[in-house]
C-alpha cells in the first residue's frame, strides 16, 4: 500500500523491527512498499551473551553500521537501547549492561531506552526494568516496553502497576506485543499501544484490522518485530493495505502508521520531523571497489 489516491504516497513507519537480523533483499522491499522510518530496538542475539563487551559492539552496531546499511536505501533509521529482559536473568552480564547504558543512551538516533520489561516475571527483570526506567527519566528519553509471550496479560498488567509505582509518565511508555486480552488495559492508561504483525504467531492482519474497527487508532501502532525467526518485515504495509480493503479511513491508517511513532518518539527531542518528510532517492549503482557495501563514504543520492 502506497498510494493515498490523488494525495500522494502513504510514507509507512516500523517501529519495531530487528535489522541486524535481516538482509538487504529485505531493505529493497521496504523501501519499495513505501517504508521510509524504522526503529530498530536492542534485543538479545538468539543464544545467551557471555561478555559485556558484545553489548558495546552491538550498540555501536546499531547506532553506525545498520543506520548506515538502512540509508543506503533511502531508509531512516533511528533505534533504541537497553538490557533486553531475556538477558535481565543473565548474572554475567546484567548489571554491567546496566553501567554501560548511560555512555550510549544521548548518541544520536537513540529515541528510547528499551526493549525492557518482561520475559519470565523474574525478581531480576522487574529489579532491571526498575533502573531503566529510571535512566530513562535521566535521559529525558520515553521507554519502549517488551510485554511476555507467556501469561502476556498479567506481564502487561505488571508492568502498567510498576509504571505507576515509578511515577514514571504514562504518555511515555510505549506497551509493544500487544492482543486483544491487553490492549484495553493499555488504552485504559495513558500509554501507548504497539502491535506485532506475525506470519503465524502474535498477531495477523484481519485480528488487527478488528482491533482498529473497536478501538480507533488513538495511541495505536502496528509493526513488524521482524527477526532472524518466521518473521515479515511487509507487514507494515501489508497490514496496511488490508485495514484499506476493510473499509478502515486513509486518515486513521496514516494516523497508525506514520503519525502515531512518529509523535511518540519525537518526545526523546531527536526527531527533527523534516528530515522525515521525503525519502532519499539514493543511487544503488555506487560500489566500493567492485563492492555493494559502501565503506564509509555516503550513498549516492540522485539528482
Same mark, same amino acid.
Given at each position: 500500500?502506497?498510494?493515498?489516491?490523488?494525495?500522494?504516497?502513504?510514507?509507512?513507519?516500523?517501529?519495531?523491527?530487528?535489522?541486524?537480523?535481516?538482509?538487504?533483499?529485505?531493505?529493497?522491499?521496504?523501501?519499495?512498499?513505501?517504508?521510509?522510518?524504522?526503529?530498530?530496538?536492542?534485543?538479545?542475539?538468539?543464544?545467551?551473551?557471555?561478555?559485556?563487551?558484545?553489548?558495546?559492539?552491538?550498540?555501536?552496531?546499531?547506532?553506525?553500521?545498520?543506520?548506515?546499511?538502512?540509508?543506503?536505501?533511502?531508509?531512516?533509521?533511528?533505534?533504541?537501547?537497553?538490557? =533486553?529482559? &531475556?538477558?535481565?536473568?543473565?548474572?554475567? !552480564? #546484567?548489571?554491567?549492561?546496566?553501567?554501560?547504558?548511560? +555512555?550510549? $543512551?544521548?548518541?544520536?538516533?537513540?529515541?528510547?531506552?528499551?526493549?525492557?520489561?518482561?520475559?519470565?516475571?523474574?525478581?531480576?527483570?522487574?529489579?532491571?526494568?526498575?533502573?531503566?526506567?529510571?535512566?530513562?527519566?535521566?535521559?529525558?528519553?520515553?521507554?519502549?516496553?517488551?510485554?511476555?509471550?507467556?501469561?502476556?496479560?498479567?506481564?502487561?498488567?505488571?508492568?502498567?502497576?510498576?509504571?505507576?509505582?515509578?511515577?514514571?509518565?504514562?504518555?511515555?511508555?510505549?506497551?509493544?506485543?500487544?492482543?486483544?486480552?491487553?490492549?484495553?488495559?493499555?488504552?485504559?492508561?495513558?500509554?501507548?499501544?504497539?502491535?506485532?504483525?506475525?506470519? =503465524?504467531? &502474535?498477531?495477523?492482519?484481519?485480528?488487527? !484490522? #478488528?482491533?482498529?474497527?473497536?478501538?480507533?487508532?488513538? +495511541?495505536? $501502532?502496528?509493526?513488524?518485530?521482524?527477526?532472524?525467526?518466521?518473521?515479515?518485515?511487509?507487514?507494515?504495509?501489508?497490514?496496511?493495505?488490508?485495514?484499506?480493503?476493510?473499509?478502515?479511513?486513509?486518515?486513521?491508517?496514516?494516523?497508525?502508521?506514520?503519525?502515531?511513532?512518529?509523535?511518540?518518539?519525537?518526545?526523546?527531542?531527536?526527531?527533527?520531523?523534516?528530515?522525515?518528510?521525503?525519502?532519499?532517492?539514493?543511487?544503488?549503482?555506487?560500489?566500493?571497489?567492485?563492492?555493494?557495501?559502501?565503506?564509509?563514504?555516503?550513498?549516492?543520492?540522485?539528482?
Amino acid at each position: 500500500m502506497k498510494r493515498r489516491d490523488a494525495e500522494g504516497p502513504l510514507k509507512l513507519f516500523d517501529p519495531h523491527i530487528h535489522m541486524t537480523s535481516r538482509t538487504t533483499d529485505d531493505y529493497q522491499a521496504m523501501a519499495a512498499a513505501g517504508v521510509v522510518a524504522i526503529l530498530e530496538p536492542a534485543f538479545w542475539l538468539g543464544q545467551p551473551r557471555t561478555h559485556v563487551g558484545t553489548f558495546e559492539d552491538y550498540f555501536t552496531s546499531l547506532l553506525g553500521w545498520e543506520r548506515f546499511r538502512a540509508s543506503q536505501f533511502g531508509i531512516r533509521h533511528l533505534c533504541t537501547l537497553g538490557l =533486553n529482559p &531475556k538477558e535481565a536473568n543473565n548474572p554475567r !552480564v #546484567a548489571q554491567g549492561v546496566i553501567e554501560l547504558l548511560p +555512555r550510549y $543512551l544521548d548518541k544520536e538516533g537513540v529515541v528510547a531506552v528499551g526493549e525492557i520489561g518482561f520475559d519470565d516475571m523474574t525478581p531480576e527483570e522487574e529489579k532491571y526494568f526498575a533502573q531503566q526506567v529510571e535512566l530513562a527519566r535521566d535521559h529525558d528519553l520515553p521507554i519502549l516496553v517488551h510485554t511476555p509471550h507467556r501469561d502476556k496479560k498479567r506481564g502487561t498488567e505488571r508492568t502498567l502497576a510498576l509504571v505507576r509505582e515509578l511515577r514514571f509518565p504514562e504518555e511515555r511508555v510505549l506497551i509493544d506485543h500487544n492482543n486483544e486480552e491487553t490492549l484495553p488495559l493499555v488504552l485504559a492508561t495513558g500509554c501507548w499501544a504497539g502491535h506485532s504483525i506475525y506470519p =503465524n504467531t &502474535k498477531m495477523d492482519e484481519d485480528r488487527m !484490522v #478488528a482491533l482498529v474497527k473497536t478501538y480507533g487508532a488513538e +495511541r495505536i $501502532l502496528i509493526n513488524s518485530a521482524a527477526d532472524w525467526g518466521v518473521s515479515d518485515p511487509l507487514k507494515v504495509p501489508k497490514t496496511a493495505a488490508r485495514m484499506r480493503e476493510n473499509g478502515i479511513a486513509d486518515k486513521a491508517i496514516e494516523q497508525i502508521v506514520w503519525k502515531n511513532p512518529l509523535a511518540f518518539f519525537s518526545q526523546s527531542g531527536r526527531l527533527d520531523l523534516a528530515e522525515f518528510g521525503e525519502a532519499p532517492a539514493v543511487d544503488q549503482r555506487a560500489l566500493f571497489e567492485g563492492n555493494s557495501v559502501l565503506r564509509g563514504q555516503a550513498p549516492v543520492v540522485k539528482g
